[in-house]
């Protein structure tokens, strides 16, 4: 059960993320390594104890120390002796001196415990060789799943506050898993462990995001009275070599659907909202030129392949000849179409100078033929559309 979000039209553009997906901070436990024998610092020799407190290590007292995941080392180890050579992994004790800083570092303001090791939090108790601490943490999912859980929940505090408690949960299973491994490591007489000798539920299956988001889709199959768990099995043979949604006489993708007649013609149309043009609007209303940037957009973007493979089969079932009466154009040997330069750049005839100039850079951004796979014909009637239109604007 999983979502893809390349799937998804962006709900907030603006963001990294397209707003595919939320942000959610919860409380949860830690366990922080208890070194309980001073350790030296390689850089000062100074004797450090880990976690580092202000005061006592007790309870509700703040400490900063190594994770318990990061403790844990996995190397890979390659035998060259035997033909073919061999591979292992081992997992053992990460050393101890690779957690402090160096003195440059320090003097450039680090604290002494290395950022991509440092963990803190609030003592809850003390375990043998480890400190239960409780801290702040943020968990990222999906924003499709996140309004299922406000959806069934009703409100969005109560389902911000399940999936922290999912995520806090899947958290709880992770230290278990690797405070199993960690004392078989402690256990074993050399201090490595080969892989295969270790339980395999000593191992993570999925990241945390990805736990309680197929928590919140199981809650919400039951919600629906559906049952999840219910087995799907896809069609014997092989799969298709491409990931078009294939039925009788149409073939769509994200973005492109295409559809063969009874006539044998071929109809195209946009399933979503692409490229400032509204979902439904059917290819055969747009002129060549704007074809040819949609295009551009589509090769732009990596998940989108497929589309544009639909929009080039519709190209040259609409005419085999499209790439050279396109080239005709830029190059004026070919008079009978010219393009509205509005429409080249995608833009309404109402936009000003500086919302063409902004047109002009994002497109040629995807066509430029040093950063892309395009003829170099379509950058060049990109900039006789721009060089035409700020003439005019200017004029005005």
């Known amino acids: 059960m999983a979502w893809h979000n390349r799937y998804i039209i962006p709900n907030d553009p603006s963001k990294p993320s397209g707003g595919l997906r939320q942000t959610v901070t919860f409380i949860r436990e830690d366990l922080l390594w208890h070194s309980k024998k001073p350790l030296i610092d390689p850089h000062t020799m100074e004797k450090i104890t880990l976690p580092i407190a202000n005061g006592k290590l007790e309870e509700n007292e703040l400490c900063q120390g190594v994770n318990i995941l990061d ?177 009788k006489n149409r073939l769509a993708g994200t973005i492109i659907e295409l559809e063969q007649t009874e006539e044998g013609t071929a109809i195209g149309r946009l399933l979503v909202s692409f490229d400032n043009l509204e979902a439904g609007t059917l290819l055969s209303s747009l002129p060549l030129m704007r074809l040819v940037n949609l295009l551009a957009a589509l090769k732009d973007e990596e998940d989108l392949a497929d589309d544009a493979e639909l929009l080039e089969s519709y190209l040259f079932a609409i005419d085999e000849e499209w790439e050279a009466k396109a080239a005709a154009q830029v190059y004026g040997k070919d008079t009978t179409e010219v393009d509205d330069p509005w429409t080249t750049l995608g833009i309404d005839d109402s936009a000003s100078l500086k919302e063409v100039k902004a047109a002009y850079r994002d497109i040629m951004r995807k066509v430029h033929p040093d950063s892309s796979k395009l003829p170099d014909w379509i950058s060049a009637k990109i900039n006789q559309a721009y060089e035409q239109l700020c003439e005019e604007l200017e004029e005005e």
């Open 71 to 247: 403790v844990l080392e996995r190397v890979k180890v390659v035998d060259k002796s035997t033909t073919p050579p061999t591979t292992d992994i081992i997992w053992q004790l990460r050393d101890t001196n690779e957690f402090f800083t160096t003195l440059v570092e320090r003097e450039e303001g680090e604290e002494i415990i290395k950022k991509k090791f440092r963990a803190g939090g609030t003592i809850v108790s003390l375990e043998d060789d480890f400190i239960r601490v409780e801290k702040r943490s943020s968990v990222s999912v999906g924003s499709l799943v996140y309004r299922l859980a406000v959806g069934m929940t009703g409100n969005y505090a109560i389902a911000s506050r399940r999936i922290g408690e999912l995520a806090a949960a899947a958290w709880s299973r992770d230290l278990v898993r690797a405070k199993s491994l960690y004392d078989i490591i402690v256990a074993s007489k050399t201090g490595q462990v080969s892989q295969i000798d270790i339980p395999k539920s000593c191992f993570v299956r999925s990241t945390v995001s990805q736990e309680e988001e197929t928590a919140i889709l199981r809650e919400c199959c039951y919600w629906l009275d559906v049952d999840p768990d219910t087995p799907i099995q896809r069609k014997m043979g092989q799969p298709r070599k491409h990931h078009h949604r294939k039925e």
